[in-house]
């Protein structure tokens, strides 16, 4: 009895030392060397563009993906589909306070807040805070190497962006813009 109690205890201290020395590392994301691109859909037709990174981190625990936080530079949306007048017109609407008021709300940002799997494929659910106004969203994440990747959609609505929404305005036909929009990102750490 008295050996089991030794042998308890002795495992009892090799855990907690071995914790003890498990760390979480943060990794940051180099944001030249990262992309993050969006694409809206509406009823006839898409628009596509880039959104720059300001700032970024994952953090890991040996391998394993623990927690990353991030900020987006609003005031880069930048529509890539088109160029001259329009792209001009879209760019400078997109960044009205129709859309994300970049002005007021310079920055978007994302918190993760639970990770869940292993061996480089992810859950995450965190928190996305965009014109001040900040909802869950849960997505995939991939890492391999020094890269993590990633799709989302995203609907703006549930952040106060309403414009052309068919949901919130009756009759708007073939002027409809959907709710929801997409983001793919590729990161480099």
Do not use: C
């Amino acid at each position: 009895m008295k050996t089991n109690i030794l042998k308890t205890a002795f495992a009892l201290l090799f855990a907690i030392t071995l914790a003890s020395f498990t760390t979480l590392k943060d990794k940051a994301v180099k944001v030249a060397d990262s992309e993050i691109t969006w694409k809206g859909h509406k009823v006839t037709g898409e628009h596509s563009g880039t959104i720059t990174l300001k700032e970024g981190k994952l953090t890991f625990e040996g391998d394993e993906l623990k927690g990353g936080s991030f900020v987006m530079d609003m005031t880069t949306i930048n529509t890539t589909d088109m160029e001259g007048e329009y792209k001009q017109k879209l760019d400078g609407h997109l960044k009205a306070d129709d859309f994300f008021g970049v002005e007021k709300f310079p920055t978007a940002s994302l918190k993760f807040t639970k990770v869940e799997g292993a061996g480089g494929t992810y859950k995450v659910t965190a928190d996305l805070t965009i014109k001040g106004i900040t909802n869950p969203v849960t997505f995939d994440l991939a890492v391999a190497g020094n890269t993590a990747t990633s799709a989302l959609k995203i609907d703006r609505t549930k952040y106060g962006i309403k414009y052309g929404s068919a949901t919130f305005f009756d009759g708007i036909k073939d002027k409809a813009i959907y709710d929801e929009f997409d983001l793919n990102v590729n990161l480099k750490f």
